[in-house]
């Protein structure tokens, strides 16, 4: 195998020197430019694995390199080396599709962390998922965009924001992100922010040290130490607290955390994606969420569509949501009459609602067919288009009492689907009970198929 090499461009000798010996002991060649021209020269002489470049250069910036190698040699991972505290230049770097960036004085053990990340995607090209498996199915074009945009999102590491509707499927963007990109080996670790006490919020990112707390017995490492070399996950961000957000903002600048109860740094690797169905602009203008946060995250947006935007995709879905349920028992397909009942449908809950309405349909269909009359849809209410930004501002006032009563409404919804399981659940467990567990007999006495009765007791948790 040949000797992997890597550009480094940059004015200041010393800075040079440093690089070359570090990643000298890596085994890997280097060439080194002290300017824009030469960097440009030895671009088009020879192929590179990896170039790390200055900001500021005599003839030029590092973000005309960068342009430049996205440009040229958009499959070479290029990193920006920027003065300590210019989060507006490294946000630029990112944007202009960096793989990543390092601060000056440079630390080497960060260095040799971004150096293993930028030669793992080197080593590992990726393509965008097949349309036919995998969990973002649909052949639509915004499906292929979609596809396309997460391909290249993955070799870089810059943070994303990953905004759309609820049950739209942010979080399967977002592992397909990870898995596509140098850390697939490494943890993806996923957290729902709105889930967390306030009180328990700084020792579950961080952590916390043996005594630092009534409670705390031992030492817990925390979200951040777990994801370490990975990706993490922050799922419904705009739920965190204002006193949070600030430490959350200072751990993504310095790339380090500190325990609770630790009067040391650690330092930490990790890649942040980010995600909520709020509008996160909106949330900073109600002084909800902190404008400098939402900068860091924000460093590029990636929009997952509403299933109602790409109707042509019901199809491939649900064929892959009833096999799915009909795994372990007979298969089930939809009627083309019931495809087109859903082809017509405007799907408020997106791929989330999909799945709902087809698992009660395959509990009520008696043959290997779906119906429309199985098909529960009109319990839903359908989602209008979305109205525009103008639209949203001239309306504020109305919107807030609307959006107050979608929220008493949906909150009274999920309690009576509570209530429904439970009295449910009771049912199922007398008939159990009175014909000595014997399934066939127990779903005769509710009237039930045994198909419906199987499906029941999987999704209540009855063993």
């Known amino acids: 195998m040949s000797q992997q090499t890597a550009l480094i461009i940059d004015d200041e000798p010393d800075i040079r020197e440093l690089l070359e010996i570090t990643l000298g002991r890596m085994n ?9 021209k030469e960097a440009y020269q030895w671009l088009e002489r020879e192929s590179f694995d990896l ?4 900001m500021r250069l005599p003839d030029g910036t590092g973000l005309d390199i960068i342009k430049f190698v996205q440009k040229n040699h958009s499959q070479t991972p290029i990193a920006m080396i920027t003065a300590y505290g210019c989060v507006d230049t490294a946000t630029q770097a990112l944007k202009a599709g960096a793989f990543d960036f390092i601060t000056k ?17 080197r080593k590992e090209p990726t393509a965008p998922a097949p ?3 995998g969990p973002l199915l649909g052949s639509s074009l915004p499906m292929q965009k979609l596809r396309s945009q997460i391909a290249k999102l993955a070799r870089s ?10 049950g739209s499927g942010k979080e399967l963007v977002a592992r397909q992100i990870h898995q596509q990109g140098g850390r697939a080996q490494q943890p993806f670790i996923p957290v729902n922010c709105g889930a967390i006490p306030a009180e328990l919020m700084e020792s579950e990112f961080f952590g916390h040290k043996k005594g630092s707390f009534s409670g705390a017995t031992e030492d817990k490492p925390g979200l951040f130490q777990a994801a370490h070399g990975g990706t993490l996950f922050l799922d419904e961000v705009a739920d965190l607290p204002l006193a949070m957000q600030v430490k959350l903002l200072r751990a993504l600048q ?17 890649r942040i994606l980010s995600a909520t169905h709020k509008n996160l602009a909106h949330e900073v203008a109600a002084e909800r969420f ?26 491939q879905l649900s064929n892959s949501i009833l096999a799915r349920l009909s795994a372990d028992g007979l298969p089930v397909r939809l009627h083309p009459d019931a495809l087109a009942k859903l082809q017509g449908y405007i799907f408020s ?9 087809l698992e009660r349909a395959y509990t009520l269909a008696e043959g290997e067919f779906i119906h429309p009359h199985d098909l529960k849809t009109n319990h839903m209410p359908s989602a209008a288009p979305q109205p525009t930004v103008a639209a949203k501002a001239q309306a504020a006032p109305q919107h807030a009492s609307s959006n107050d009563l979608s929220q008493h409404a949906l909150e009274s919804i999920d309690n009576l689907e509570e209530h429904l399981e439970e009295v449910e659940r009771k049912l199922i467990t007398q008939a159990l009970e009175e014909t000595r567990w014997n399934r066939t007999a127990a779903a005769e006495r509710l009237g039930l198929t045994f198909r419906s009765l199987r499906y029941r007791l999987k999704k209540l948790g009855i063993d």
């Open 290 to 315: 902190r404008q400098d946060l939402y900068y860091r995250l924000n460093v590029i947006e990636l929009l997952v569509p509403p299933l109602r935007e790409r109707p042509e995709d019901i199809e």
């Open 105 to 121: 004085p440079v630390d080497l053990v960060r260095l040799r962390e971004l150096v293993s990340s930028a030669l793992r995607l």
């Open 349 to 357: 809950g997106n791929v989330r609602e999909l799945e709902n309405i």
């Open 131 to 133: 349309v036919t498996e």
């Open 51 to 54: 170039c790390l470049t200055d």
């Open 157 to 166: 590491q810059a943070p994303v924001y990953i905004s759309g509707e609820s």
């Open 28 to 36: 890997l060649h280097t060439r080194s430019a002290c300017n824009v």
């Open 254 to 270: 310095e790339k380090a955390i500190r325990p609770v109860g630790s009067q040391q740094e650690q330092l930490v690797d990790v």
